[in-house]
């Protein structure tokens, strides 16, 4: 199946500051990539996604940018905010078998804690 | 439009026990997902539901563990006998039906359970 390593685990920053987590992945045929939100005693929420068709994409303060090649993603935030401090988590699609079909299963990384100090 | 709804919010059992959560998902999402969510870490899928069909329930562990979807709607997952490890939340999400590509995930607000 799909290994998604995502780091790093931890990351502070100043309010104003940007922030990038990066996560790679094993299977190239992967296409989809989201990114979820989780505040604490929360559920998570999908902030952003690409699929394997662009390279970078944009909604206001975040981005997220893919490389294929390497089979790595990134998410960028800019102009932190203290409301942005979360745990946030990227995932991958499972590697399709021949013929099958996933349903949209997702891999999960292992998270990372981003504190914004006012 | 309302969102994924689960119930308890929290359960504290003794190990041994046993313990069902609820999963009501949005309406008209025909995949349901549960997942276990530890303490510092990603969630990780268990079983996934299309309609009322399982998907994939590689990483359910059978022997405690079982799930159900009757008439496409709501789910329920339970744990039989529970251990200790089985401490986590439970999340149940659900996405609109797609056999290839991918949907939006909408989760619900988790069940914390505790096992003592």
């Known amino acids: 199946g799909e290994n998604v390593e995502q780091h790093p685990s931890t990351l502070s920053v100043q309010e104003g500051d940007s922030a990038v987590i990066k996560c790679t992945y094993s299977d190239s045929a992967s296409n989809y990539f989201p990114w979820y939100k989780q505040e604490l005693g929360k559920r998570p929420q999908l902030i952003i996604d690409?699929?394997?068709?662009?390279g970078e994409k944009k909604d206001q303060r975040i981005a997220v940018t893919l490389n294929k090649t390497a089979k790595h993603f990134s998410l960028h935030i800019t102009e932190t905010q203290p409301e942005d401090s979360a745990v946030y988590f990227c995932a991958a699609p499972p590697k399709f078998n021949a013929g099958g079909t996933s349903y949209g299963k997702l891999t999960f990384g292992q998270g990372t804690i981003l504190t914004v100090h006012p | 439009e309302a969102g994924v709804a689960q119930s308890p919010r929290y359960k504290i059992i003794e190990k041994r026990q046993s313990v069902a959560f609820w999963c009501n998902p949005i309406s008209g999402h025909a995949t349901l997902y549960w997942y276990q969510q530890i303490l510092g870490q990603g969630p990780k899928l268990l079983i996934q539901?299309?309609?009322?069909?399982?998907?994939?329930d590689s990483q359910l562990p059978k022997d405690r563990f079982s799930a159900e979807r009757l008439k496409g709607v709501d789910s329920t997952l339970k744990i039989q006998p529970a251990k200790l490890e089985d401490s986590a939340v439970y999340l149940c999400?659900?996405?609109?039906?797609?056999?290839?590509?991918?949907?939006?995930?909408?989760f619900g607000p988790g069940t914390r359970l505790t096992v003592l």
């Open positions: 690409i699929r394997s068709n662009v």
């Open positions: 539901f299309q309609n009322n069909g399982v998907v994939d």
């Open positions: 999400a659900s996405s609109l039906e797609r056999t290839r590509g991918y949907n939006e995930q909408f």
